[in-house]
């Protein structure tokens, strides 16, 4: 399950869930304020950072949804597989990602959807997780169940900036950091958390293994400059300032 607090709602999350509903939540309630029902798969992200709100699905579709009024907008059908995220740009309103297991990365526009502004073949294998830089509006990074992550220009999609190895298996999910442009966080199926640092080059600057099985969700701490939260599938979440950053 994936969740995401509402950028505009105090209080108010919403989830994913393995019957394609969007469930959305307040706190302190036991039961939701609405559910949104439109997708005929798993829901494997959500996005909510204003008005709208992004839901990605194994049924390879991404939908954009009016919570308030519990409307689906549109649907975007590009992918042939399942679609594992897509994801707001922080720097342009109408824009988005998605990346799915057919490899490609695209970019779309809410307002056309019939077809994405942009398209790569991203990893030659499933794509897990995609993150839009904090402070490059152009810069995006994607990851892969090849153990990869690469950056992307959206000027000159042709070729990646950057590829980071080091990772032993599928890389679940990467993040930039909201307060060094140039140091990136990823978790992978190999039970690890690692960190880089462009600046210092393609090698992690630190490899955390404090998880006994899969590390699966990441996130940074946006009121803590360095502060990182991860989990895993052995039910743990921890919370921590990596040692390369103190």
């Known amino acids: 399950m994936w969740q995401t607090w509402s950028g505009t709602g ?46 990605a699905s194994w049924d390879t579709t991404v939908k954009l949804w009016d919570p308030e009024s519990e409307a689906c907008l549109s649907t975007f059908s590009g992918h042939s597989q399942l679609v594992y995220t897509a994801a707001f740009s922080p720097h342009s309103p109408a ?10 990365l695209k970019l779309w526009t ?8 942009a398209a790569v073949k991203a990893h ?27 950056g992307w220009d959206l000027r000159r999609l042709t070729t990646p900036m950057f590829t980071l190895k080091g990772c032993e298996c ?53 009121l803590r400059p360095h502060q990182i939260a991860d989990c895993g599938w052995d039910s743990l979440v921890h919370v921590f300032i990596p040692r390369s950053l103190a």
């Open 95 to 104: 824009t988005f990602a998605s990346v799915s297991g057919d490899g490609h």
């Open 170 to 222: 599928a890389v679940r999910r990467v993040q930039f950091s909201p307060h060094a442009p140039s140091v990136i966080a990823a978790v992978s199926y190999d039970f690890t958390t690692r960190i880089w640092d462009l600046k210092r080059g393609c090698e992690p600057l630190e490899t955390i293994r404090h998880h006994s099985e899969f590390t699966y969700g990441l996130d940074w701490n946006a």
């Open 110 to 117: 809410c307002t056309e959807p019939a077809r994405p502004a």
């Open 124 to 150: 030659d294998a499933e794509v897990l997780s995609c993150d839009w830089s904090r402070t490059e509006s152009h810069a995006l990074a994607t990851a892969g169940s090849d153990g990869l992550i690469r």
């Open 10 to 55: 105090d209080g108010v999350a919403a989830c994913g869930a393995g019957d394609g509903a969007v469930v959305v939540w307040r706190g302190g309630c036991a039961a939701p304020l609405r559910v949104l029902r439109a997708h005929r798969s798993e829901v494997c992200s959500v996005d909510w950072p204003r008005a709208h709100l992004l839901s």
